[in-house]
């Protein structure tokens, strides 16, 4: 991907995860639910990271645990790109 993916999934959490701290201070392991990402916000962060980045998410990856964190959406994403 010519793309920053870190960057990419930053500002996606920024506009759609509705956090309660800014999304520059959480770190690639913190867990999102904890920071307030709601399963209707996952949803959306999910959707925008696909628009985003030109991907489709498979059903096995539509998991709390693979939005859990910055890391986990990361692997993901590159999972998908090999």
Known sequence: MTTNVDDV???????EAKLVVEVSDVLDSDDLQRL???????VSVML???D????????QLL???TFGSINSI???ITSLAD
Do not use: Q, W, Y
């Open 52 to 59: 985003e980045l030109g991907i489709e998410f498979p059903d």
């Open 74 to 76: 990361r692997s993901a």
């Open 9 to 15: 999934i930053r500002r996606v959490l920024a506009e």
């Open 48 to 50: 925008g990271l696909e």
């Open 36 to 42: 307030g990402m709601s399963s209707h916000a996952l």
């Open 63 to 65: 998991t709390k645990t």
